[in-house]
């Protein structure tokens, strides 16, 4: 019989391991985070594989900024866990409604965002790059 794995999600502010999965997940992509931003990462027992960022605006939304899974923690659900971590961080602050966006060949993000909810839609100004699909979900 296989042991099953059993992986947590923790808030975190080491800023120094995040930015190093940052790095080891996404090596093309420059590193930004929000200085209000807050952070979790993903555990299997004392090994860290991934991570995920979420802010609030002062425009009464909330935001899901970056997140990422090293390959072997990919296809075990980690991803909609990670939605679900920052959307009550979101809730909790009191914001009714949340946004993010996926470069357009992201389409595991994008059906994840899909199964939990978001819809596409057409943001005033573009705050992303051009090669994006915005996302929103309304918790009313």
């Not at 080891?24 to 200085?35: L, T």
């Not at 960022?53 to 009464?60: F, K, W």
């Not at 914001?95 to 965002?113: A, E, G, H, P, Q």
């Amino acid at each position: 019989m296989r042991e099953k794995k059993i992986f947590s999600v923790k808030p975190s502010t080491d800023i120094e391991l995040i930015k190093k999965l940052h790095t080891e997940i996404f090596p093309a992509d420059e590193w930004y985070s929000n200085p209000i931003a807050v952070h979790w990462i993903v555990w299997l027992d004392k090994t860290p594989l991934g991570f995920c960022t979420a802010s609030i605006s002062d425009e009464n939304f909330g935001f899901l900024a970056r997140a990422g899974l090293k390959k072997e923690a990919r296809g075990k659900g980690l991803h909609q866990r990670l939605i679900r971590v920052r959307e009550r961080f979101i809730r909790k602050s009191g914001f009714t409604k949340v946004i993010t966006y996926t470069k357009i060949y992201n389409i595991t993000s994008s059906r994840n965002l899909q199964k939990s909810g978001y819809q596409m839609y057409i943001p005033e100004y573009e705050y992303a790059d051009k090669d994006c699909i915005y996302w929103y979900k309304d918790f009313k």
